[in-house]
């Protein structure tokens, strides 16, 4: 099946620094979504972005399927965006593999 | 538009019971996944279902099974429960042809 790896595992940063997160996969992908996990458990959707770049606010996303890696931008880190963050990829509609994570702590 | 929901979101079942689990997806959506998330093994994929069928299989053990009815909610059932089967089960819905998965709240579950 589809590796996902995902980098750093854990990131520490001060309000209001910019931080980026990576993801990887090992074969090629019709889809991949990121996600933030709440403290509660609720994934949250970030982005849907199997190729090309995306931004929504102070997040932005680019994949290059071609070279098998996402990256995860966020800008001007606040302590909300305190989480994890996964990467997740498929093939079939319906089934993804997700990435282990990368755990955001974002300090006042 | 309400979001995916899911019930409960807590529960606690001794070893050798069975459990059912069930998932509501947005309106209009019909494909229902479920996932397990453990500290040890993260999310891992269970099933999906899509019109009432099981389009697609995780390697989970035939102790974990599911089904969808026709307005598209969904139950996972597990049954002779063993401590390993304590995690945060996560349903997921989307729309017909469109890859982009919303994620329900989960239920924990803690089999003791």
């Known amino acids: 099946g589809i590796q996902v790896e995902q980098s750093p595992p854990d990131l520490i940063l001060q309000e209001g620094a910019n931080s980026t997160l990576r993801c990887n996969f090992s074969?090629?992908?019709?889809?991949l979504q990121w996600f933030h996990q709440n403290p509660w458990g609720q994934l949250i959707n970030l982005f849907y972005i199997p190729s090309g770049t995306k931004q929504n606010g102070r997040l932005s996303a680019t994949t290059v399927a071609t070279e098998r890696y996402s990256l995860l931008y966020i800008s001007s880190s606040q302590t909300t965006d305190s989480g994890v963050y996964f990467c997740?990829?498929?093939?079939?509609?319906?089934?993804?593999?997700f990435g282990d994570g990368t755990t955001l702590t974002v300090k006042p | 538009k309400a979001g995916v929901t899911q019930t409960p979101r807590y529960l606690i079942k001794t070893r050798g019971q069975q459990v059912t689990l069930s998932c509501s997806p947005i309106?209009?959506?019909?494909?229902v996944s479920w996932y397990q998330q453990t500290p040890g093994q993260g999310l891992q994929f269970l099933f999906e279902y899509f019109s009432e069928t099981q389009r697609n299989k995780g390697n989970f053990p035939g102790r974990f099974s599911g089904r969808q009815f026709s307005n598209s909610r969904s139950e996972m059932n597990v049954s002779t429960l063993e401590l390993g089967d304590s995690a945060l089960y996560l349903c997921?819905?989307?729309?017909?042809?469109?890859?982009?998965?919303?994620f329900g709240p989960g239920t924990r579950l803690l089999v003791l």
């Open positions: 309106s209009g959506h019909r494909s």
């Open positions: 074969d090629s992908v019709n889809n």
């Open positions: 997740a990829v498929g093939t079939n509609a319906g089934k993804s593999t």
């Open positions: 997921a819905s989307s729309f017909p042809y469109q890859e982009t998965q919303y």
